[in-house]
Every structure is written in structure tokens, then in C-alpha cells.
């Protein structure tokens, strides 16, 4: 099913990331499209160490600092995410930078997060997943992963 009915105003923020063997060279894919149909494509590495979890808040940080970037073209924003640990975990207070960044975006946007069980059905889903493929094979900078991660 694809959800772009439910939020055709909107601009929909694809994220996605990548990773080898769960734990090095993460990345986060973005892919930004507004409601004029233009599409935007951002990739970004995310650390030579870097689990799946963190790969994927960062995917989430990053698509919505490029969609305050973008604050010109559309008031409405929908992020999407295939993460819905990580959308539990923010909705439980356990990530404060995310929920930080989500209030700063909220602050000129009216913003909703939409968890897509694999991207099913999504087309964009292809889009993304090369962005983050992109971002993995950029040269990585060192990072340290905790305990918690």
C-alpha cells in the first residue's frame, strides 16, 4: 500500500540506511519529495563503526535537517521509516537528540512519522536504499560505539 493519499500536501522524507554486518561503514540515505513531484537525494556515511540502530536515527536526523532546509517548499512534512524500534524509542523519551531535532523541525513545519513495515509496497523504498548504499561506500570517519548501542 502505498500512504502518499494520506498525505499528498505533504513532503515525504524517505530515510533508510545501510551497513556491513551490522556494525561498520553505516550510512544514512535520504530522499526528499515534495508535493510539485521535485525529488531531492542526500546520502551520507554515519561512522566506520556504527550499528544498524544508530544508522538508522541518524538517517532520521539527517532527513529531517534537510527537510528544514527545504522549509520553502512545503509547510507539511511526512517522514518515513521502516525503524519502528526506533520510533518506540523516541516516543518513550529514549533518544533525546531525535526528539530535539523533531521539536526544532515541528517548530516550522507540521510533522508526522509514519513507520512502513519494510517499506512494502513503497515505491521510493528503491530510491533510498541506493542513497544509503551510496553513503556506505563515502570514506567513513572513526567513531566510537557504546555499550548501549
Known amino acids: 500500500m502505498h500512504f502518499a493519499w494520506v498525505f499528498f500536501q505533504h513532503a515525504h522524507v524517505h530515510t533508510d540506511w ?86 526544532k523541525l515541528s517548530q516550522c513545519h507540521r510533522v508526522a512519522l509514519q513507520w512502513i513495515p519494510a517499506y512494502c509496497g513503497n515505491l521510493g523504498n528503491e530510491v533510498v536504499d541506493k542513497m544509503a548504499k551510496e553513503g556506505a561506500g563515502e570514506t567513513q570517519y572513526e567513531n566510537s560505539v557504546t555499550l548501549q548501542e
Not at 556504527?50 to 534537510?66: E, F, I, N, P, W
Not at 528544514?68 to 516516543?91: M, N
Open 18 to 103: 545501510s551497513d556491513t554486518n551490522t556494525v561498520t561503514n553505516g550510512a544514512a540515505g535520504i530522499v526528499i519529495s515534495t508535493p510539485e513531484r521535485e525529488r531531492h537525494k542526500f546520502s551520507k556515511p554515519t561512522g566506520k563503526y556504527c550499528t544498524s540502530y544508530a544508522a538508522v536515527v541518524q538517517a532520521l536526523v539527517y532527513g529531517m535537517d534537510k527537510a528544514e532546509q527545504h522549509r520553502g517548499e512545503c509547510q507539511q512534512v511526512a517522514i518515513f521509516t521502516d525503524a519502528k524500534s526506533v520510533l518506540e524509542a523516541r516516543a518513550g523519551d529514549k533518544l533525546p537528540d531525535l526528539t530535539r531535532k523533531l521539536k
